[in-house]
């Protein structure tokens, strides 16, 4: 009986990491779509609106003068911090994890702005791909986290945290709270330049708001791979002939 409970802590133990290196997997993937939206120039996505216009605003000396991940990290304290605000008692300690996987984010961003810096944004076509290809990498890799089931991103969270305490749809405080971000980031905009960050806010802003969420919808049904990887336990005796034979099972 003993042995069956270390088995069992031991399988627990395996599971988890197992599924937070997928996680990690699936949040390298998000901060790339990010970094090649925010490249395009045609607009970046709505959670990198706020801490591109700061990052903006440090390179021309009006703000400090930290990474796009640095601002994102710093936002990301604020909306859980903010999450506690809205929940109060009903908060749960275990949220607080959001800001590990908020840094993992943050630090992850500056890893794929630098390398999405060796491409070139010039051209107006070039900018469209970017923007194109990154939303449609980011809306695959929310669909991976979400099914990596830990805990949500703090943008996310806040979202459940308004909709728990209003009682009002998971979609309409989404739209609300996503456009709240996009206003502030306008503002930012108009407070360090005088002017629309279009490069910040703009049509790629918008094409993204709702490009990613019919792409998450779109890949969701044919994800049952990921599922069987997710279930997969990794072990010396298995190897990469038998981890393929595990996620596509002969029929």
Not at 33 to 47: P, W
Not at 221 to 237: A, K, M, S
Request: with cysteine.
């Amino acid at each position: 009986m003993h042995n069956k409970h270390q088995e069992s802590i031991k399988e627990k133990v395996i599971g988890f990491i197992w599924q937070h290196i997928l996680l990690l997997l699936s949040m390298f993937f998000m901060t790339l779509g990010v970094a090649l939206c925010v490249r395009s120039n045609l607009g970046s996505g709505v959670i990198s609106s706020i801490p591109m216009a700061f990052t903006l605003a440090g390179e021309a000396g009006l703000a400090p003068g930290w990474t796009i991940g640095g601002y994102t990290n710093i936002m990301n304290i604020i909306l859980v911090a903010a999450q506690i605000i809205v929940l109060r008692k009903k908060f749960e300690p275990v949220q607080l994890f959001q800001l590990v996987v908020g840094f993992i984010f943050g630090a992850l961003l500056d890893i794929n702005m630098w390398l999405t810096s060796y491409f070139s944004y010039s051209s107006l076509l070039n900018q469209i791909l970017a923007q194109f290809i990154g939303a449609s990498i980011l809306g695959i890799a929310v669909a991976l986290e979400i099914r990596c089931g830990s805990v949500t991103m703090p943008g996310e969270g806040i979202q459940v945290a308004i909709a728990r305490v209003t009682g009002k749809p998971f979609p309409i405080i989404k739209i609300m709270v996503d456009t709240t971000l996009v206003v502030i980031a306008v503002i930012c905009g108009f407070c360090f330049f005088g002017t629309w960050p279009w490069t910040v806010v703009g049509a790629g802003t918008l094409f993204a708001m709702f490009y990613v969420g019919y792409v998450v919808k779109l890949v969701n049904p044919h994800l049952r791979w990921f599922d069987r990887l997710l279930d997969y336990r990794p072990g010396f005796r298995r190897y990469i002939y038998g981890l393929a034979r595990f996620i596509y099972p002969k029929k």
